[in-house]
């Protein structure tokens, strides 16, 4: 992502000689993002991944890592850690965590229609179905408890109606959380981050091939709705208004609930946990835009965009049809 650290042709070859991937023919920082240091790698055997932890700490990244490991091996298209002739996938580059993983086939797809929709949803609970056999475990660090402790950091950059609009959904979050509903959903790893740039797809627009799922360095354990939610309020988005297309909504849960069947408690959550992610983007989005770190290229993303997603959810809120009465 954000190239915090840079690193020259000749400590990239160094770091991959153990790694069995061939020789450096090219070396190119990746610049979108906020989060790690990224470059892609090209060897003689291909093109990697290499990515430079910034904020997560070496205790933290055998649980992702991990995860990517597990769920390649379970078949779900994920970046694959490469291991060493050890089997060790987490090494130290600069004096940081540091990673190399295969690079996914395919593109980006920036603008989905409901076909996109339905792969992702079904990759989704087939990702959620693998991991439920996944043995370590962490928290989302981007939950309930750094809400609380964020906030108070960004409230003197808002001004009134955001500030109202800020401390009355974290109390609103604050109550979803400790009720025995909430507490009857599903969990397990998530994603938590699942946005359309971190999806790859192959083929043409009419007959898309999902390729592959990336970036979990947020994942963590959390329920499976919210990360369901975070996917529908980027990939069923109108982005320009902040409003939910009902139909592809309508079109990822039901391609969901094929692979993983919802819980009561799931349909009717839904529109709060809409809410919850829209909150967590909005938040980590004004952190990143006021409070930034500096690096050699840094685009934080425009806070306002899940401002307007969150009063859509609260204005508008939505929960899917049951199949029974989809005609």
Known sequence: MAVFTEISDEEASAFIAPLGVGDL?????????????????????GRWVLTIFERLAF????????????????????PKPQANSKGEILFQLKGKPAALVNCLEGQHELQPNIEHCIQVGTMLARMHTCGQTFSLHQPNLRGLAWWEQT???????LDTEQTQLITHELAFQQTLAQSPDYAQLPRGPIHADLFRDNVMFSGSAS?????????FYFAGVDTWLFDMT???NDWCTHLDSGQLDHARAQAFVQAYSSQRPLSQAEMD???SVLRSAAFRFWLSRLWDFYLPRQASVLKPHDPAHFERILRQRIEQPWAPVPESRVL
Not at 61 to 73: D, E, K, S
């Open 230 to 232: 975070v996917c529908l």
């Open 151 to 157: 906030v108070p950091q960004v409230l003197l950059y």
């Open 59 to 78: 205790t933290q990244l055998p649980f992702y890592l991990g995860l990517m490991q597990h769920l390649a091996l379970g078949g779900i298209p994920v």
């Open 207 to 215: 007959k898309p091939q999902l390729t592959g799922f990336f970036d």
């Open 269 to 271: 959550l839904m529109p």
């Open 25 to 45: 023919l090219a070396l190119r920082g990746i610049s979108s993002g906020i989060e790690n240091t990224n470059y892609f790698v090209d060897t003689t055997q």
